[in-house]
């Protein structure tokens, strides 16, 4: 049986890895809420990030500098992918996905061309360690956790008190009428498909001290994405925080009594299990 301490640290660990993994999917959530798309390259945005992040930590040795440049150049990224890609296909779902898979296969191999197949990782910005009874954890861990959660309520805000937000929600409950009623849907459908890009591109700066860049870490978070959402919820800000943090939870939890790699045997298990309670999970309750 693992000691308090080593559970605290689990739990703490947990915390924090789901904090930064609700931060990611949050836009691939959105997409299908707002959006009613299947964005298949949202992991790509997390990896551009994380790239973007290392070129210019490496060009210009300022981390803050690049937490700003690095999502901004997603988002634009994400709008040119918006007007080119999604708009013209009208948001159609099956459409939609096919063009985004190819997204996500040019986003990697231009990756692959100018970045190389290497991982690379930078330097914390400040290396503190916060000392627990037990143990001492990461100073910039919960960094990392604390500015995730700002940037999550932060989002929880302009999304219940902001006119951008009230947009948001109608087109989600219903595009047209939101029509009807003077919303200019296209433009919420660029603004809410570019925050959420810019918010991957945040998480994949801020993972980049803890776990180093390369060309295909997008995957694993493209599966991350759908096993949120299948146990969030579609669209749902507060679903996607808790079950995040579930996974986040798990991840940790059964690594401690076994290994990573039954936890996300675990996980996925799990994920089958509500699909076989909810008989298809949030999208058949969409489709319904």
């Known amino acids: ?19 930064l993994l609700a931060l990611t999917v ?9 959006l009613r798309i299947v964005n298949v390259a949202h992991g790509e ?20 500098l690049a937490l700003v440049l690095a999502p901004a150049a997603v988002m634009a990224l994400a709008v040119a992918v918006d007007r080119l890609v999604l708009r013209p296909l009208r948001y ?7 063009a985004t898979l190819g997204v996500l296969y040019v986003l990697q191999q231009l990756t692959l061309l100018l970045y190389g197949p290497e991982a690379r990782g930078v330097a914390a910005p400040f290396g503190a360690t916060v000392e627990f ?5 990461s100073g910039y861990k919960l960094a ?5 959660a700002a940037l999550l309520a932060g989002l929880g805000v302009l999304l219940r008190r902001t006119d951008l937000g009230l947009m948001m929600r109608a087109t989600r409950q219903d ?7 003077g919303v200019p849907v296209e433009r919420v459908y660029t603004t809410a498909f570019a925050l959420g890009a810019g918010m991957a591109a945040v998480a994949g700066v801020l993972v980049v001290p803890v776990q180093q860049a390369h060309y295909l870490m997008g995957l694993d978070v493209l599966l991350l994405s759908f096993v949120v959402v299948i146990l969030g919820g579609l669209g749902s800000l507060g679903g996607t925080v808790a079950a995040s943090l579930l996974v986040g939870w798990m ?4 690594s401690l009594f076994f290994t990573p790699t039954l936890a996300r045997v675990f996980t996925i298990l799990v994920v089958a299990l509500v699909l076989v309670v909810r008989r298809g999970g949030p999208w058949a309750e969409r489709a319904e």
């Open 26 to 34: 949050v836009g691939f959530s959105f997409s299908f809420g707002i």
């Open 175 to 181: 595009p047209e009428m939101a029509v009807a009623l």
């Open 251 to 254: 991840d940790s939890l059964v």
């Open 92 to 98: 159609a779902a099956q459409p939609t996905v096919v």
């Open 45 to 64: 945005f997390f990896m551009l990030g994380a790239v973007l992040a290392w070129a210019v930590v490496t060009a210009t040795g300022s981390f803050p």
């Open 1 to 19: 049986m693992p000691s308090p301490g080593l559970l605290a640290l689990a739990l703490l660990d947990g915390t924090t890895s789901g904090l």
């Open 144 to 148: 990392v956790a604390g500015l995730s």
């Open 133 to 137: 009874p037990w143990f001492g954890y």
